[in-house]
């Protein structure tokens, strides 16, 4: 299997994370990935925030995986850092090759790196699937979330 690379997202990344956000039955319901009109604003301010660390893994020149990584400064835990690791994504004919225990090492080594106390998650109640490989690679299911459409 060729090598694979991990390295910070580029306005160029943009329709291949849209595909790939879009392509599973949570994603085919709110992505647009026929317009990407409102994600090259998105991806910009993403881009001019240092605390966002967007990535993608490429194997032989395609875009195979992506992930964003969040720094979150807090007073929580004693002034903790955390970091949240979202949009976790595999491009279908990846799944089930290791390429999503590679991303997330990454993301939990990067946060290392970025001094972090804690990296944390969350998955759609829905994807037992992905509940599993994180409990694989060491995330406890903690807490319960919330969200709250604005």
């Not at 990584?69 to 850092?81: E, F, I, Q």
């Not at 972090?116 to 903690?142: I, K, M, N």
Request: aromatic fraction near 4%; proline fraction near 5%.
């Amino acid at each position: 299997m060729d090598s694979l690379t991990i390295r910070r997202a580029t306005a160029d990344d943009v329709p291949a994370i849209v595909a790939m956000l879009a392509d599973d039955p949570l994603g085919a319901t709110r992505e647009s990935p026929g317009d990407l009109t409102p994600y090259h604003p998105a991806f910009a301010r993403i881009d001019a925030d240092p605390q966002q660390h967007l990535v993608v893994a490429e194997r032989a020149g395609r875009t195979v995986g992506t992930l964003q990584l969040t720094v979150v400064p807090g007073l929580a835990r004693k002034g903790a850092t955390r970091t949240i690791i979202e949009a976790v994504r595999i491009h279908a004919d990846e799944r089930g090759t290791g390429l999503g225990s590679e991303l997330i090492t990454w993301a939990i080594d990067r946060s290392r790196e970025l001094d972090a106390d804690l990296v944390q998650l969350t998955s759609d109640a829905t994807r037992t699937d992905a509940h599993r490989f994180y409990e694989r690679l060491g995330f406890v299911p903690s807490h319960l979330g919330f969200k709250l459409a604005l």
